[in-house]
């Protein structure tokens, strides 16, 4: 079942590296973590109405929930079973983005409107308590934040209309503040900027959705100050957005719309190479330990990437070839919930989408049903072959999913007045149990 679940996991999302060998990443309403050495797997949340951010960093993983008034849970890994630390109050609304420090010690808080803020809270690496240091506003919101590894009190966020902002934890008698500017000269501060990420050498790297790529010298500069630039990359006509930044020790690497990767040294000194990784947009670039390169597609595909010399004979003019194989296809649908399902001696793997598609999996998709309603939970029996799949109206839908290629409804009704966020099955598949927005709880229907 492991290589199974797999295939239903990434969708196209930020991913960042726990420990070693294993990724997290966003999976469906909860975050998913994979030993790419070994294809176990764990999940976190799962629960309530899903997850809104990720980030992780060595040995420690942080989600943030939706809904209002969320919680930002902060575990250390591999131990899943309770949070270190819960950070209550940390959005009003939403959190669109969430970044921990290299080594863990500081957690950064983008939260969307009415907020509009980026908060900074200390407490790591042990995470015992959270203390937040300062906060700064954040016009139009964050798409993405990073913490500098080099200097952890350096964050960088780029907003929902592409601005980019550098963030300084500066200390004080009785506080600490968070300056807040543009490191970018005016002849780029217009533009705007779709990705970033860090170089071996802490540069802070931007991707412009116009193609372009620089790298900017932040050592030594003073708040306010625009940064010394180097260009990686020239802008394309026509544009081909850089999506993705990241780096390894010997290359700064640049994803693309048009699913090339393009690895540069970050002075510039080196012309740049460029080669297809991906069938549709690099979404985000993963390095792990031993120098493996992960690269993530906005179609749901996660391949491993190895860069390397070009061996005597090879016919590469520009020195240098880079070896591509996907490590799985994943859904890029999102997911709403997952159910594992053994019916007459085979087994596979139910999924539900937040649209009521509801998809059979063994080693690729098996059948598909789309029920035409919006859906709120699922459960999955293996008793009687059978899924409940509830909607966003309260209407509950019974699915034979025992006929793995042509997935079927059997029966519909309306239980609930509003969503039914709910259902369960007995252990034998007799009865049916059910929960909704209109505060009816248990109610049980013979199945």
Avoid at 364 to 378: F, H, I, N, P, V
Avoid at 382 to 408: E, H, K, W, Y
């Amino acid at each position: 079942m492991a290589s199974t679940a797999r295939c239903l996991s990434y969708g196209g999302g930020p991913t960042g590296w726990v420990d070693a060998q294993t990724l997290a990443y966003q999976c469906g309403n909860g975050v998913k973590l994979s030993n790419v050495a070994t294809g176990s797997e764990a999940f976190l949340g799962g629960c309530g109405y899903g997850v809104s951010a990720v980030t992780s960093s060595q040995g420690l993983v942080a989600y943030a929930e939706k809904g209002v008034a969320p919680t930002v849970n902060i575990f250390g890994f591999p131990n899943l079973k309770a949070p270190l630390t819960t950070l209550e109050g940390a959005a009003q609304l939403e959190v669109d983005a969430l970044a921990l420090s290299r080594h863990g010690e500081y957690l950064v808080v983008a939260s969307a409107g009415p907020d509009n803020s980026v908060a900074v809270y200390s407490g790591g690496p042990t995470w015992k308590a959270a203390t937040k240091l300062c906060e700064a506003p954040a016009k139009d919101g964050c798409m993405a934040v990073s913490v500098n590894p080099g200097e952890p009190s350096e964050i960088c966020t780029i907003s929902t209309a592409g601005a980019l902002t550098l963030r300084r934890v500066l200390p004080g008698a009785e506080s600490h503040t968070l300056e807040s500017w543009c490191p970018l000269p005016d002849s780029l501060a217009a533009e705007e900027a779709v990705s970033h990420g860090w170089s071996a050498n802490h540069r802070l790297v931007v991707g412009f959705a116009s193609g372009a790529a620089v790298s900017l010298d932040l050592e030594g500069l003073d708040v306010g100050a625009a940064a010394p630039v180097t260009e990686l990359c020239a802008a394309q006509e026509p544009a081909n957005a850089a999506t993705a930044v990241s780096s390894s020790a010997k290359h700064v690497l640049v994803g693309f719309a048009d699913g090339t990767l393009t690895w540069v040294d970050d002075t510039g000194n080196t012309p740049p190479v460029t080669k297809p990784v991906a069938d549709s947009a690099v979404v985000c670039i993963a390095l792990g330990s031993g120098g493996s390169l992960w690269v993530g597609s906005e179609s749901g595909c996660l391949s491993s990437v190895t860069l390397r010399d070009a061996a005597e004979g090879d016919e590469a003019a520009d020195g240098s070839v880079a070896d591509v194989e996907v490590a799985f296809n994943h859904n890029s649908e999102a997911i709403l919930a997952l159910g594992g399902l053994t019916w007459e001696g085979q087994t596979c793997l139910v999924s539900c989408s937040p649209a009521g598609n509801v998809c059979t999996w063994g080693a690729d998709k098996l059948g598909s049903l789309e029920t035409g309603a919006d859906a709120a939970s699922m459960a999955v029996t293996s008793a009687t072959g059978l899924a409940a799949v509830g909607s966003t109206t309260g209407v509950i839908r019974l699915v034979d999913v025992g006929n793995f290629g042509a997935p079927q409804t059997i029966y519909r009704s309306k239980i609930h007045q509003g969503a039914a966020t709910h259902v369960a099955f007995s252990p034998d598949g007799s009865l049916l149990a059910s929960a909704g927005e209109d505060n009816r709880r248990g109610s049980s229907e013979e199945v």
